[in-house]
């Protein structure tokens, strides 16, 4: 156990898993994310290595996923794509660099795209992480109501967990 506590000062960082865990290949990013807060959860030493974690998952769009940016300090998002890469392939990257590849994910008629609602919170004066990075799994099958993953995807769920463990300056080898 570590002494890293509520007087921490570095930055805490928000995981956030995206999708719907009920919509096939969609549902990566909550799994990764879940298995993300199990290495954490397993392994209380990892928490200590870059400072203060909290793991969230949301099936909401850009309007919402903004919401909960805000007051943030660090944030990775995990998401799924259809981006024609082969499913399970795995792509880290800033905000900007995937938005287009996620705006499938993140918008709608009723709703904006996460960029456009982090324009609008800039312009609110909202504060926001200083740094978002996103780490997405292509995916194959995210529109059939279905609990179960394509095995590519599934597969991805381990090695995403690793980069999103890797952007938070923590080993992604757990100690045997």
Same mark, same amino acid.
């Given at each position: 156990?570590?002494?890293?506590?509520?007087?921490?000062?570095?930055?805490?960082?928000?995981?956030?898993?995206?999708?719907?865990?009920?919509?096939?290949?969609?549902?990566?990013?909550?799994?990764?994310?879940?298995?993300?807060?199990?290495?954490?959860?397993?392994?209380?030493?990892?928490?200590?290595?870059?400072?203060?974690?909290?793991?969230?998952?949301?099936?909401?769009?850009?309007?919402?996923?903004?919401?909960?940016?805000?007051?943030?300090?660090?944030?990775?998002?995990?998401?799924?794509?259809?981006?024609?890469?082969?499913?399970?392939?795995?792509?880290?990257?800033?905000?900007?660099?995937?938005?287009?590849?996620?705006?499938?994910?993140?918008?709608?008629?009723? !709703? &904006?795209?996460?960029? @456009? *609602?982090?324009? #609008?919170?800039?312009? $609110? %004066?909202? /504060?926001?992480?200083?740094?978002?990075?996103?780490?997405?799994?292509?995916?194959?099958?995210?529109?059939?109501?279905?609990?179960?993953?394509?095995?590519?995807?599934? !597969? &991805?769920?381990?090695? @995403? *967990?690793?980069? #999103?463990?890797?952007? $938070? %300056?923590? /080993?992604?080898?757990?100690?045997?």
């Amino acid at each position: 156990m570590c002494s890293v506590g509520a007087t921490d000062d570095r930055p805490v960082t928000l995981v956030l898993g995206l999708g719907n865990p009920i919509l096939g290949d969609d549902g990566v990013g909550w799994r990764v994310a879940e298995e993300v807060e199990r290495r954490l959860i397993t392994a209380p030493w990892l928490g200590c290595l870059a400072g203060p974690v909290e793991v969230d998952r949301l099936a909401v769009g850009g309007l919402a996923i903004m919401e909960r940016l805000v007051g943030q300090q660090r944030a990775v998002l995990i998401d799924a794509v259809l981006d024609g890469r082969p499913p399970g392939t795995i792509a880290v990257g800033t905000l900007a660099e995937t938005d287009s590849r996620l705006s499938g994910h993140l918008d709608s008629a009723h !709703d &904006a795209t996460l960029n @456009a *609602a982090l324009d #609008v919170a800039v312009r $609110l %004066g909202a /504060p926001l992480p200083d740094e978002i990075r996103v780490v997405t799994v292509s995916a194959r099958r995210v529109l059939e109501f279905d609990e179960h993953m394509t095995r590519p995807v599934a !597969d &991805a769920v381990s090695r @995403a *967990a690793d980069e #999103v463990m890797a952007l $938070l %300056g923590q /080993p992604v080898a757990m100690p045997a």
